[in-house]
């Protein structure tokens, strides 16, 4: 979501790992509200990156497997 509430539908964007520099980073396109999905990531530290938005760190802890659900995200303006 962006920092009014309203879903970032139909955005596309890249998921990149702070934690190790030779995964190779991961495009995304949101559906219509806004949500998305990604496979094969290993416990470590995340950075999803959206045009003109702030980008927005998350990390897997190393217990978590299988699904894991970030909820709702709130991505700010680019600064």
Same mark, same amino acid.
């Given at each position: $979501?962006?920092?009014?509430? &309203?879903?970032?539908?139909?955005?596309?964007?890249?998921?990149?790992?702070?934690?190790?520099?030779?995964? #190779?980073?991961?495009? @995304? @396109?949101?559906? *219509?509200?806004?949500?998305?999905?990604? $496979?094969?990531?290993?416990?470590?530290?995340?950075?999803?990156?959206?045009?003109? *938005?702030?980008?927005?760190? @998350?990390?897997?802890?190393? &217990? /978590?497997?299988?699904?894991? &659900?970030?909820?709702?995200?709130?991505? /700010? #303006?680019? #600064?």
């Amino acid at each position: $979501m962006d920092a009014n509430g &309203d879903p970032l539908g139909l955005q596309g964007g890249e998921v990149v790992s702070l934690s190790d520099a030779t995964w #190779p980073t991961q495009g @995304f @396109f949101t559906n *219509r509200v806004g949500r998305f999905a990604l $496979m094969g990531l290993s416990p470590g530290r995340y950075e999803i990156r959206l045009r003109d *938005r702030a980008p927005l760190e @998350f990390e897997i802890a190393p &217990d /978590q497997s299988g699904l894991v &659900d970030l909820n709702t995200l709130v991505v /700010q #303006p680019a #600064p």
